[in-house]
């Protein structure tokens, strides 16, 4: 597969998905940590370090989406979105793999979502995975699990009282599945 893949978004603007880069990491850190204090998506409470992040986020392939701007001076390249991909499951499970998605608040409902999405189902079945498995969707997420079922995703199971969200809520987690195959 030839890195980057280029698409142009509802509102015009052309974005590519390709390998985060080092000097990335800490602005997709920012993001994750963004998404994790709006306490609606993402298990963690707390803002990750840089370890934690490292851990969580780089352990096997992590991919960024870029915006090219250019301005008088030089081209830009901002952040709007971002993904990891990674085994779900050791050794003999680990044909079927995981992936986390994020994306810059001001930004969602322009495509980068569906971007990422269709773009991890090639990257993942190009690797070798033959199924993807998301363990906790929570069912607040409506944006999301509309997105993943529209891409083939099934509803596989049901976590009660998986979540308790930042307002409190505490809601159930959805496992969806899709095979790559």
Partial sequence: ??????????????????????????????????????????????????????????????????????????????????FYLKPNFPGRCSHICNAGFIVQPRLRGQG??????????????????????FNLVFETNIASITLWQSLGFEIIGRIPRAAKLENEQVVEALILYRTLH
């Fill in 112 to 133: 980068i979502g569906r971007f990422m999405g269709e773009a991890m189902l090639s990257i993942a079945a190009n690797l070798g995975y033959e199924a993807v498995m």
């Fill in 1 to 82: 597969m030839d890195f980057p893949l280029s698409q142009v978004l509802k509102n015009g603007i052309k974005v590519e998905i390709d390998y985060i880069h080092p000097e990335e990491k800490e602005a997709v850190r920012a993001l994750l940590n963004t998404v994790i204090i709006e306490g609606k998506t993402y298990p963690q409470k707390q803002p990750l370090s840089q370890a934690e992040f490292s851990s969580y986020w780089l352990s096997k392939d992590a991919f960024v989406v870029r915006a090219s701007v250019v301005d008088t001076t030089h081209k830009l390249k901002e952040i709007l979105g971002a």
